[in-house]
């Protein structure tokens, strides 16, 4: 099983990233997926999230507006289109996958037991 994150890199405020995870070696289309960011210092918190029917997402209150979460359950991807970044954007993100019902989302870290390898994100000001 494995989370493949891409994507990161150096933007000047205001600009746009796309991540993207590619998932392998599991029925991508029964795990809720979120995105995650840990910048330094500080613990890894939940960006967004999204069932595995890409029915419902939720939104960290920081990206709500900015950023939003997708998924491909035919190519098993979920990305991260982000939008007006801001410097406080600058973290590593991750991508999290966990086995849910079809209507759940889970916000909670704990309940994530599946990571990618992390992409780095530096926005400048």
């Known amino acids: 099983v494995q989370l493949q994150a891409c994507g990161g890199g150096l933007v000047q405020a205001g600009g746009s990233l796309r991540l993207s995870c590619a998932a392998s070696?599991?029925?991508?289309?029964?795990?809720?997926m979120g995105w995650f960011r840990q910048a330094p210092g500080k613990e890894r918190m939940i960006v967004a999230a999204?069932?595995?029917?890409?029915?419902?997402?939720y939104y960290a209150d920081s990206v709500k507006g900015r950023f939003t979460i997708s998924r491909d359950n035919a190519k098993n991807t979920v990305d991260l289109q982000m939008n007006s970044l801001k410097p406080e954007d600058t973290a590593v993100y991750y991508c999290?996958?966990?086995?849910?019902?079809?209507?759940?989302?889970?916000?909670?870290?704990?309940?994530?037991?599946?990571w990618g390898q992390g992409t780095e994100v530096t926005v400048s000001s």
């Open positions: 999290g996958a966990t086995r849910a019902g079809p209507h759940f989302i889970v916000v909670l870290i704990s309940y994530y037991n599946l």
């Open positions: 070696g599991l029925t991508f289309g029964t795990y809720a």
């Open positions: 999204i069932t595995w029917s890409g029915g419902s997402t």
